[in-house]
């Protein structure tokens, strides 16, 4: 009922930087928080960034200063500014949103993208 489809992704030289999308269609009364995601091979899925309705916004200690997240006005896409980028930030990056469907009553939703590959080449 939601979708999410993120871009952005690529192959990237250490030191680069790369802008991650994630635009949500489907039937949305209202997205109260976004999250990005990234999974590095055999590792688990470890949670990137976070950016409430309200602005709030929260990192990973291990991106704090390099990435920044953001969102535009229509609330229905979101970012991920990526700077300085690390071998170790290299995985597959997913986006995740939450909040409430057009339905009534309002029924709650968590939805996942598919993913987007980021590759930081050493």
């Known amino acids: 009922q939601v979708q999410l489809v993120e871009s952005g992704g690529g192959l990237v030289q250490a030191g680069g930087s790369l802008r991650l999308s994630c635009l949500a269609s489907g039937r949305i009364f209202r997205i109260d928080v976004w999250n990005w995601y990234r999974q590095a091979p055999g590792n688990q899925r470890e949670l990137v960034a976070t950016i409430t309705t309200g602005g709030i916004t929260n990192y990973a200690d291990s991106v704090k200063g390099r990435f920044t997240i953001s969102g535009d006005n229509a609330k229905t896409t979101v970012y991920l500014q990526m700077s300085s980028l690390k071998s170790e930030d290299t995985g597959v990056y997913y986006c995740?949103?939450?909040?409430?469907?057009?339905?009534?009553?309002?029924?709650?939703?968590?939805?996942w993208g598919r993913g987007t590959q980021v590759t930081v080449s050493s």
């Open positions: 995740n949103a939450g909040g409430l469907l057009t339905s009534w009553p309002r029924t709650a939703f968590a939805s």
